[in-house]
T-cell receptor
Framework: ETGVTQSPTHLIKTRGQQVTLRCSSQ?????VSWYQQALGQGPQFIFQ???????GRGNFPPRFSGLQFPNYSSELNVNALELDDSALYLC???????????????FGQGTRLTVV | AQSVAQPEDQVNVAEGNPLTVKCTYS??????LFWYVQYPNRGLQFLLK??????LVKGSYGFEAEFNKSQTSFHLKKPSALVSDSALYFC????????????FGKGTRLHILP
């Protein structure tokens, strides 16, 4: 177990709706990253939060937004859902700028989002 | 911007034979390189990493990887494959000198044939 938990594990939404996914980071980590993994694809970087501020973003539209809280937990919000948003959403926590020892990210089990 | 390429969608290996899963990368500075494994309907599990030092790094479940700076490669290897090694494998790179985000390859599906 990585210590990173995501909720819910599965979710079905209708096109046009909004969704919030949650992630609890591993203790001691200050950075959380979100990834979208479509079926048969590698994880695509959505954005990263460090100390409650977004400090990196991939090629995703503004309707994908996030928050990081003082306890380093995080939310991913997606507005105006589209069918192509159906995917596994992965949260990863890590220690940013932590030198050479603490470099890898640890992933949660993911949230499977289906948009119908 | 950093990028990772995994040229093989699928690799088939007979049980007991050595396996190699290929990865090449592009990053502006010194790379931090990783391998992760994903089993069906699960998140990604960390296998091993290269940060600095010895070019051959050892990780979980008997896997190892060889860093080659001149070829910008970081191939995953195992001397003797097990059926339970069948899974999806991802190579990733972290650019600590630039934006510190981790970028993944598209993945390689490894099939170990009994």
């Amino acid at each position: 177990e990585t210590g990173v938990t995501q909720s819910p594990t599965h979710l079905i939404k209708t096109r046009g709706q909004q969704v919030t996914l949650r992630c609890s980071s591993q203790s001691g980590h200050n950075t959380v990253s979100w990834y979208q993994q479509a079926l048969g694809q590698g994880p695509q970087f959505i954005f990263q939060y460090y100390r409650e501020e977004e400090n990196g973003r991939g090629n995703f539209p503004p309707r994908f937004s996030g928050l990081q809280f003082p306890n380093y937990s995080s939310e991913l919000n997606v507005n105006a859902l589209e069918l192509d948003d159906s995917a596994l959403y992965l949260c990863a926590s890590s220690l940013a700028w932590g030198g050479r020892r603490n470099t890898e990210a640890f992933f949660g089990q993911g949230t499977r989002l289906t948009v119908v | 911007a950093q990028s990772v390429a995994q040229p093989e969608d699928q690799v088939n290996v007979a049980e007991g034979n050595p396996l190699t899963v290929k990865c090449t990368y592009s990053v502006s500075g010194n790379p931090y390189l990783f391998w992760y494994v994903q089993y069906p309907n699960r998140g990604l599990q960390f296998l091993l990493k290269y940060i600095t030092g010895d070019n051959l790094v050892k990780g979980s479940y008997g896997f190892e990887a060889e860093f080659n700076k001149s070829q910008t490669s970081f191939h995953l290897k195992k001397p003797s494959a097990l059926v339970s090694d069948s899974a999806l494998y991802f190579c990733a790179v972290r650019d600590r000198e630039r934006d510190d985000k981790i970028i993944f390859g598209k993945g390689t599906r490894l099939h170990i044939l009994p």
